[in-house]
T-cell receptor, first 113, second 110 residues
Framework: DGGITQSPKYLFRKEGQNVTLSCEQN?????MYWYRQDPGQGLRLIYYSQIVNDFQKGDIAEGYSVSREKKESFPLTVTSAQKNPTAFYLCASSIEPNMNEQFFGPGTRLTVL | GIQVEQSPPDLILQEGANSTLRCNFS?????LQWFHQNPWGQLINLFYIPSGTKQNGRLSATTVATERYSLLYISSSQTTDSGVYFCAVGGSSNTGKLIFGQGTTLQVKP
């Protein structure tokens, strides 16, 4: 099946630990995105990548890092520098960056204990 | 940056009723999408509609780009329509970034 997968579905982290969220797509899309959703809110952009080996900061990049070594993969690392990491994280992709429909993965719920 | 406002914030309907959700945005856009977020958090694509009108079964959407608003119509609502509906827009910058509204929470009662 074609689509976007995210793992794990739930993730628990102790304060001070870095964690990496996985995002994989087999849609052959060039552009990939990471969004964060807090309870009762819309989504906000963390990082985006328009092409392999390139990525840019979004609106709330502080405390996060990404890599784009392969077209199909765009992992997100939540570092200990992120002040309020507990949130729902969604990955998305589109054929090209602009003027194209974005499709979302099922999300990862991160809880910091 | 672009501001996106959705109304109403909350909506309670009886099964079978019709509803209209509105999305206003503050600047010209290259992309506008409507999503339904299910109870598990998955965002389901409803419409990609930067302009014009589209229909898909009981749902339809209209975007009037010159007046900077979009409408989502739900007819003959069902309990499975419950959830949060988001409007998201993309501006003229070449990033593909989507800016989301706060959502409309719809509850359809049997």
């Amino acid at each position: 099946d074609g689509g976007i997968t995210q793992s794990p579905k739930y993730l628990f982290r102790k304060e001070g630990q870095n964690v990496t969220l996985s995002c994989e797509q087999n849609l052959n899309h060039d552009a990939m995105y990471w969004y964060r959703q807090d309870p009762g809110q819309g989504l906000r952009l963390i990082y985006y990548s328009q092409i392999v080996n390139d990525f840019q900061k979004g609106d709330i990049a502080e405390g996060y890092s990404v890599s784009r070594e392969k077209k199909e993969s765009f992992p997100l690392t939540v570092t200990s520098a992120q002040k309020n990491p507990t949130a729902f994280y969604l990955c998305a992709s589109s054929i090209e960056p602009n003027m194209n429909e974005q499709f979302f993965g099922p999300g990862t719920r991160l809880t910091v204990l | 940056g672009i501001q996106v406002e959705q109304s109403p914030p909350d909506l309670i309907l009886q099964e079978g009723a019709n509803s209209t959700l509105r999305c206003n945005f503050s600047d010209s856009v290259n992309n506008l999408q409507w999503f339904h977020q299910n109870p598990w958090g998955q965002l389901i694509n409803l419409f990609y509609i930067p302009s014009g009108t589209k229909q898909n079964g009981r749902l339809s959407a209209t975007t009037v780009a010159t007046e900077r608003y979009s409408l989502l119509y739900i007819s003959s609502s069902q309990t499975t329509d419950s959830g949060v509906y988001f409007c998201a827009v993309g501006g003229s910058s070449n990033t593909g970034k989507l800016i989301f509204g706060q959502g409309t929470t719809l509850q359809v009662k049997p």
